[in-house]
């Protein structure tokens, strides 16, 4: 089963030998990966716009102290930097 489409093909999910159970945490994983999970448990109860701007604020946050914290791993994991405390 081939499709034009890339973004068809990658948002399938076949289900081979019958097997169920592994086709079905297939979907939720790239059901969970796109974000579909967390904005439909978001948008199920009407959210107060006050509560809406501080979700966003807080999410936004978030992803700004995640992105930093990344950069400062990948300088920690680089292995050919300069030793700071040479002896």
Do not use: H
Request: aromatic share 10%; hydrophobic share 35%.
């Amino acid at each position: 089963m081939l499709a034009k489409s890339a973004k068809f093909v990658t948002r399938t999910v076949l289900v081979k030998n019958n097997d169920l159970d592994k086709s079905y945490n297939l979907l939720q994983r790239v059901l969970n990966n796109d974000g579909v999970i967390q904005e439909e448990r978001a948008r199920r109860f009407f959210e107060k716009p006050c509560y809406t701007r501080k979700n966003l604020a807080y999410n936004r946050c978030q992803r700004i102290y995640n992105a930093e914290m990344n950069k400062k791993l990948q300088f920690l994991m680089r292995k050919n930097r300069v030793d700071p405390w040479p002896r």
